[in-house]
């Protein structure tokens, strides 16, 4: 168990991903950051059913902290990962290598058990296209397939 966790936090962190991700503000490729709950602008739900999300496309403005309330209404467990198509197709090729690992929440991620609630908080520093997705084998074929995947539109202040 403890040499998959190595092996995925060693993969995220020779791809680059992991660095890029939380390098400061903006993180990676204008992905954005965790936000402080302190200045959450809205709350967002996004609810979980088997391979989908709704709703499957965001709109939020640039500098905006979201709470986005996950509710996993399927009979699986889901995940969120908010990043780059890059990112969210290498961890769903690390996830189909090594389905059970555990997992631990990272800021751009959550897991939400069947029956569950539960948030992440994000700030969108940069206008753009963000993406997120559920990268867990069977429920994310990539981010030019369908799936469980969405994205967020970060409109310009």
Known sequence: MKKTLILIASALILTGNWTRAFAGEGGGEGIGGPGDPA???RSIEIVMVENRFKPSEINVKQGETIK???????????EMMIGTPDEIDEHGKIMKKHPDAEHHDEPNMISVNSGETRELIWRFSDAGTVYYACPLPGHFKGMNFPGMKGTINVEPK
Request: no cysteine.
């Open 68 to 78: 986005f309330v996950l509710r996993n209404s399927g009979k699986k467990k889901h």
């Open 39 to 41: 200045k959450v602008s």
